[in-house]
């Protein structure tokens, strides 16, 4: 039933101005944080066992935006999630948080959290590890080395940790049971997040599957809502969920059981919603390995699927692989309304598990990043290097879906499309791939399209392949999952290959090496300069 006294809602500029309070208070404005910032003494100790005690963290670090209540029939969460990229960008949003929000006319309690892995400071925080304040692409970079080690000391393997089976009384997602007629899922906050989507959306569950040839498997695919009991599973061609339920119906079976996990601590869901684990792997001992703790785990209702104790909700029921329904549209990764799928896996519920007054995570696709990246990019440069020992650094901006950055140590005339062409190869989802020389920081996307304008000649120093392997999600793509690529090499061009006989230095580079003491007295007075300035209130 609708509050008779609702509670006042932020406008635009009262919002803003508390995310500007955030931002300040975590150092994105390049200043040292406010003693105000501290962490508080009650703080929850890494590893994270729930969803609730990382944005708990979150909020501690001054990363959390609350709102009491939003209304979703007018978009007014999606809204202000643009709101906050445009002022604060991809990586320097905060995490916003709507203890209420209105759907279909209803006021419904949350939490309900979107963006809680969006700011480059959160790659550290999902490690218990405090950022560098103030310099997030250190922040990024430390962290890329801090995987890079995992894997180097497994020798290109993740580290496991099998996970630990506990009572169904002591796992908090199984504070409320819920069976048959009993569910409603159209009773939790789930959200619609576009005006072009087909309906309301469950988009970040960690759905469970397994099949006898191909083992288990969790990962993250929309969800649906078509009714009480009823959902639509998108899962793209070639994800391991879906070669699963293709193996099951080659073999004439028709149900799959599953499970949907939601509000899963921040380590399981970077394991579900990036491809770093090969289907089969068992990726909840991944997930220990990574938190170097075992995820606590609890047996389903309805079928034999073990599942986080500590998530907020899990939904159990079967797909009907005899029973293809049209599902979406949906506002896809790269930004733009993905296609309605006229045949599409469709599930039954039977059960719902939650915790008291559940927390809802919702993404919005293609707004934010979805996850913490730094684990993902470092077991992909591990890779890289093995086929291309010239690599000294590779980076996929999630904010330029389709990009790839690769420096190089360029030792001979063709070198840089040699490599980028290699890359593409690799790594088909880079239709876009920038090859520059190992003085550009690939973190940097400023320096990287400044090394563009400045060392790239589009003849000769580009290659077009007309066909191969792309993203099924990419909208300009004719002939799904194929696309063309190109390589832009932004390398230096040598005289052989048609480029300047004598390449002029940067300037920066120049008062580095001429005048490095420069660096040093600026540093030193920081603060001081800042007390000069006269910003805006």
């Avoid at 119906?249 to 499970?259: A, L, T, Y």
């Avoid at 901006?397 to 030792?411: M, N």
Wanted: aromatic share 8%; net charge neutral.
């Amino acid at each position: 039933m609708e509050p008779t006294d609702p509670t006042p809602r932020l406008d635009r500029r009262e919002l803003l101005t508390a995310a500007a309070g955030l931002a300040a208070a975590a150092g994105l404005t390049g200043v040292a944080p406010p003693a105000a910032a501290a962490r508080r003494v009650s703080s929850p100790a890494w590893p994270y066992d729930s969803f609730r005690d990382y944005i708990q963290a979150l909020e501690d670090h001054g990363l959390l935006l609350r709102v009491p209540r939003l209304d979703q029939d007018r978009y007014e969460m999606t809204a202000l999630t643009y709101r906050l990229i445009d002022e604060f960008g991809w990586q320097g949003a905060p995490a916003l948080l709507a203890e209420e929000v209105r759907q279909d006319g209803r006021w419904m309690q949350g939490p309900v959290v979107t963006n809680h892995q969006g700011h480059w400071d959160t790659e550290a925080i999902i490690w218990g590890r405090e950022p560098v304040a103030g310099h997030p692409i250190e922040t990024y970079r430390g962290m890329l080395g801090h995987c890079t080690d995992l894997i180097t000391r497994g020798g290109g393997k993740l580290p496991v940790i099998p996970p630990r089976p506990l009572q169904a009384a002591a796992a908090p997602v199984k504070e409320i049971v819920l069976r048959g007629d009993q569910v409603n899922l159209l009773d939790f906050a789930f959200l619609k997040s576009n005006p072009g989507d087909s309906g309301r959306y469950i988009n970040t569950g960690s759905v469970f599957t397994s099949d006898p040839e191909l083992g288990q498997n969790f990962g993250t695919y929309r969800c649906e809502i078509k009714g009480p009991r009823r959902l639509g599973v998108n899962s793209e061609e070639n994800q391991t969920g879906w070669k699963m339920l293709t193996k099951k119906i080659e073999r004439g079976e028709k149900r799959c059981p599953v499970s949907i996990v939601l509000g899963q601590d921040p380590l399981t869901w970077v394991v579900s919603s990036s491809p770093l684990s090969k289907g089969g792997a068992d990726e909840l001992a991944i997930a220990g390995g990574l938190r170097g703790k075992a995820v606590d785990v609890v047996k389903c209702e309805t079928n034999d699927f073990l599942v986080p104790a500590h998530a907020e909700i899990v939904i159990e029921g079967d797909i009907l692989l005899d029973q293809l329904e049209p599902e979406g549209p949906f506002g896809e990764m790269y930004g733009y309304l993905g296609a309605k799928k006229e045949r599409n896996f469709v599930m039954d519920v039977t059960c719902v598990t939650h915790r008291r007054k559940p927390w809802v995570l919702n993404h919005y696709t293609g707004v934010t990043r979805g996850y913490c990246t730094a684990p993902l990019e470092a077991f992909a440069f591990y890779r890289i290097r093995k086929a291309i020992p010239d690599a000294v650094a590779f980076h996929s901006p999630v904010g330029l879906t389709g990009y790839g950055f690769l420096a190089i140590d360029k030792k001979r005339p063709g070198h840089g499309l040699e490599l980028g062409k290699q890359l593409t190869a690799i790594m088909g989802r880079n239709k876009i791939c920038v090859v520059v020389d190992r003085d550009v920081d690939v973190l940097n996307e400023e320096e990287v399209l400044q090394a563009v304008g400045a060392r790239w000649q589009p003849y000769p120093a580009s290659a077009i392949t007309p066909e191969a392997k792309g993203n099924p999600l990419d909208p300009s793509l004719r002939k799904r999952p194929l696309s063309s690529n190109i390589v832009i090499d932004a390398t230096k061009q040598w005289p052989e290959e048609g480029g300047p006989s004598i390449y002029p230095e940067r300037n920066r580079d120049l008062l580095t090496r001429l005048a490095p003491d420069s660096w040093q007295l600026v540093d030193g007075n920081w603060d001081r300069y800042l007390k000069y300035w006269k910003r805006n209130s």
